[in-house]
Nanobody, 116 residues
Framework: QVQLVESGGGLVTAGGSLRLSCAASGNVASIWYMGWYRQDIGKQRELVARFAIDGTKDYADAVRGRFAISRNAARNRWYLQMNSLKPEDTAVYYC??????????WGQGTQVTVSA
């Protein structure tokens, strides 16, 4: 099993920046995808960015060029640097890990609010 704890988030004006952090514990060696999702009120949870175990990165079209995902060498912490934030980036952001054989693990969520 993998446990995830997020930090970061908060309130920022449009054009500003925030950095989210995720700390993983437990069977981190079994993780093969790590990333970030977000969910706004009344909408489905959506992928923001993720790493595959081979280092490949995926980004949602809405954030490509503005957000950057990174991780530490031990692969037990990963980050989401969010620049040029827009009001439409407002959501609860969730840290995610996919591991074998346990499947998905989620953090508790952290609110990001971008004011116009």
């Amino acid at each position: 099993q993998v446990q995830l704890v997020e930090s970061g988030g908060g309130l920022v004006t449009a054009g500003g920046s925030l950095r989210l952090s995720c700390a993983a514990s437990g069977n981190v060696a079994s993780i093969w995808y790590m990333g970030w999702y977000r969910q706004d009120i009344g909408k489905q949870r959506e992928l923001v960015a993720r790493f595959a175990i081979d280092g490949t990165k995926d980004y949602a079209d809405a954030v490509r060029g503005r957000f950057a995902i990174s991780r530490n060498a031990a692969r037990n912490r990963w980050y989401l640097q969010m620049n040029s934030l827009k009001p439409e980036d407002t959501a609860v952001y969730y840290c995610n890990a996919v591991s074998k054989p346990a499947g998905d693990a989620w953090g508790q969520g952290t609110q990001v609010t971008v004011s116009a």
